[in-house]
């Protein structure tokens, strides 16, 4: 009779580390989602051309603030040739004031226009808008606090004081044009323009 052969001894089992799983409900802080591709698209065509039409309405800004100083010296001389009326010198100025405002309307149209051919929503017009106006708000600051501080220099002591009623209607006035003329009107107009860019997509994606 034949005895069975002995059995190998067990070998211990060793024990592994399974990988740590954090308790359920614990207090971890959460990850904010990444921007969505789409997002990101969107601000990188809004900067690049609020930047683009910033710089040109900036040259429109700069030549216009040229050219009516220029123009000032000019009529200031017709006026004292041929005795013209102050209402007639407040026509031409205001004039030329609508025909600058329609040149930099026409610039956030195309810049709407432009940036909504690229990504086709309402929201990249707005946010070029704001960019262009941010371009133009400092420029514009800049220009009307060095002809105040000019002009304030170059008067006597005793003219500072009735001046303050003129620097007055001047910050009132340049209050109007970048809240009134640009950061509302301006910012409409981009929309209408991006809105037109944006349906110019659809239908060549359309026919396509």
């Known amino acids: ?12 089992v060793l024990w592994t580390a399974e990988p740590h799983q954090p308790p359920t409900g614990s207090s971890a802080s959460p990850v904010s989602p990444p ?11 809004a900067l690049k051309y609020g930047l683009i039409f910033g710089l040109i ?3 429109r800004l700069a030549l216009g603030s040229a050219i009516t100083t220029a123009f000032s010296h000019v009529l200031a001389e017709l006026v004292a040739s041929y005795h013209l009326k102050l209402g007639d010198l407040a026509q031409v100025f205001n004039f030329i004031t609508a025909f600058y405002t329609l040149i930099d ?13 690229r990504v086709p929503q309402v929201r990249t017009a ?7 106006n ?3 708000g400092l420029i514009y600051c800049g220009i009307t606090g060095m002809s ?5 220099l170059s008067l006597p002591q005793y003219r500072q004081v009735a001046i303050g009623v003129y620097v007055s209607e001047i910050i009132t006035q340049a209050g109007v044009v970048l809240l009134l003329l640009h950061l509302v009107l301006g910012t409409a107009i981009a929309v209408l323009g991006g809105l037109v860019g944006a349906r110019s997509v659809r239908t060549r994606n359309t026919f396509h």
């Open 57 to 59: 309405i900036v040259v």
């Open 1 to 12: 009779m034949q005895h069975p052969p002995p059995r190998p001894p067990e070998q211990p």
């Open 134 to 136: 941010l371009c133009y």
């Open 105 to 117: 309307w026409i610039i956030y149209f195309l810049a709407g226009f432009f940036a909504a051919r």
């Open 35 to 45: 921007l969505s591709a789409d997002l990101r698209s969107m601000q990188r065509v």
């Open 148 to 152: 105040l501080l000019f002009l304030t």
């Open 126 to 132: 707005i946010f070029t808008s704001l960019w262009v």
